[in-house]
C-alpha cells in the first residue's frame, strides 16, 4: 500500500508553512523530499509534514535555522542528544533574554519621544527629536558589530 503523498500546494496547506518557504527549507537543507512525481513536481510525505511543522513550531519560537537545523539533527532518546537540546535551548533563551532587554529600551526610548509632544503646540517636538537624532553622527560601516540572531 503506498503512503499519501502531496504536492507542495498540499503540503503548505497541511503543514502551515507556505510553498515559498517550503522550497527556502529545501534549499537550505532542512528538508528534502523523497520523491518527485513523473511530471517533476515534488512531493510529500507524513514524515514531511512532520518536518514542516516542526520547524515552523521552531520558527515560531524565534528560533534561527542553525538552531531548528541542530534540532532537527537530534535522536529522540539519546542522552546526549537531550543534553544538545538543552544547550540549544539554553543558547535561545540567553538571546530572548537579551531581546527583551532590547524592547524594554526601546520602549523607554519611544515612551520619551512620545512624551515630548501633546499635539497642541505648533510644531512636532516628536518629528524636531526625530530630525535632531538624525543630525546625529553616523554609525561606522557594518553597523553595530552586533551579529542578528536569525
Not at 26 to 37: C, D, F, S, V
Not at 124 to 135: S, T, V
Request: hydrophobic residues 40%.
Amino acid at each position: 500500500m503506498n503512503a499519501p503523498r502531496w504536492k507542495i500546494g498540499e503540503a503548505a496547506r497541511l503543514s502551515g508553512v507556505s510553498a515559498a518557504n517550503i522550497r527556502y527549507y529545501e534549499r537550505e537543507g532542512l528538508l528534502a523530499p523523497q520523491m518527485r512525481a513523473d511530471n517533476d513536481y515534488r512531493l510529500y510525505g507524513s514524515g514531511d509534514l512532520h518536518r514542516l511543522r516542526f520547524i515552523r513550531l521552531c520558527r515560531a519560537m524565534d528560533m534561527s535555522l542553525e538552531e531548528v537545523r541542530a534540532l532537527l539533527s537530534l535522536d529522540l532518546v539519546s542522552k546526549a542528544d537531550c543534553a544538545r537540546a538543552c544547550e540549544v535551548l539554553d543558547d535561545h533563551l540567553a538571546h530572548v533574554r537579551e531581546r527583551l532587554a532590547e524592547l524594554r529600551a526601546l520602549e523607554k526610548d519611544l515612551r520619551s519621544l512620545r512624551d515630548r509632544c501633546d499635539g497642541a503646540g505648533d510644531h512636532c517636538q516628536i518629528i524636531e527629536a526625530l530630525h535632531a537624532r538624525a543630525d546625529q553622527a553616523v554609525p561606522a560601516p557594518g553597523g553595530t558589530g552586533r551579529r542578528r540572531h536569525v
